[in-house]
């Protein structure tokens, strides 16, 4: 190949170089030859090749293939011609990008075989990492880096409607924050998305002068992480009222005196099939059984407490009479006053109120009684 003069033209003290063919991230020795490869690339003769590790870093710079020996190409050798600050463009082996070294020191001149020649990556568009002040590509589709991205004194910006997704590499779960223009506030709403479980938080989450706000068909839960009861606190459907879940089988500890002004306990109606009623002393604490749908005397089962011994339940059952009238047929487990269980009123739609309570876990019931509310 004939020496096209590819530096003839340029001012030679220019402080970005004409392109160069190659670079070399290792020593090169010895500097003649043509048909070496130098950075994956096979470099022929009147080449220009970027060395920035060679042994003595003297030796550096921009060099020009020869078959005998390689010099130091027309740009690029002379006291004038490298300054701190000076960029050189280089090919990237596939010959579509460039990449930019950018040569250290201060701006004064350097001189050649006596300063030494220290280059940094300036600019690598294909590069997930590199040296100081790599860059890499950004595109309007698909944006992808590998490195960390570290905001110093500014702001991460996401335009109205936009979003920031954090998930792993080829993982379609994902944590995703978006600012939500229809709020018409500064806000920031977790959305969604497939696959999520939960949200983890390391630290406490203070809130100094905020809220906490969570939609109507949400809940706030608490639970150990990866565990599968929970409970949780929500909006009761259709009403400005509050719930606090506890499911079947739980129970939440509350240290200290509790003030309640006022409270209420939900009702519940359980019925009476095939001449047995389980009443459910985990689910309510106050209860009503109808016995018109009983046949005969009907037995009474009491779910043992959740919580075990040690603890302090009660249930108020309130029996509606039918016709004709029946008795409950109580566990063994159930203690009465002398011994004596009640006889709940004869005469239809008569109410009467059982009171049980156990601390030992439902091993003995203690029972009292009001008949006849009719």
Known sequence: MADNFRVSGFVLGLAIKAPCHTHSAINVTPLSGTGQTIGGYVVTEFDRVLLTAQTDPIDNGIYSVRGSGWIRDGDADGNRDWVGGTLVP??????????????????????????????????????????????QQVTTNGNTITNNIVLTGTRLDVTSGGDVKIANAGDTRSFVMSVDPLLGVDAVVFLASAGVDVYSFDEPIDIDAGSIHIGPTERLAFYQFDDAVTSYIRGAAASSDIEYVVPAANSHVFSGEMEIESYRIANVAFVIAANAVTIDVNQTSSCTVDIDPATANFTVTLTAPAAGAGFYYEINIDFVQGVPDFQPIWPAAVKWPLGIAPILSPQSDDLDTVHLYTTDGGVTWKGSFLVDYS
Do not use: M
Not at 95 to 119: C, E, M, N, S, Y
């Open 90 to 135: 280089v090919w990237t082996i596939a010959q579509t990008d460039i990449v930019l070294w950018r040569l250290g020191g201060d701006p004064d001149a350097k001189t050649i075989g006596t300063d030494a020649l220290t280059f940094t990556s300036y600019y690598d568009p294909l590069a997930g990492g590199g040296g100081f002040g790599t860059l």
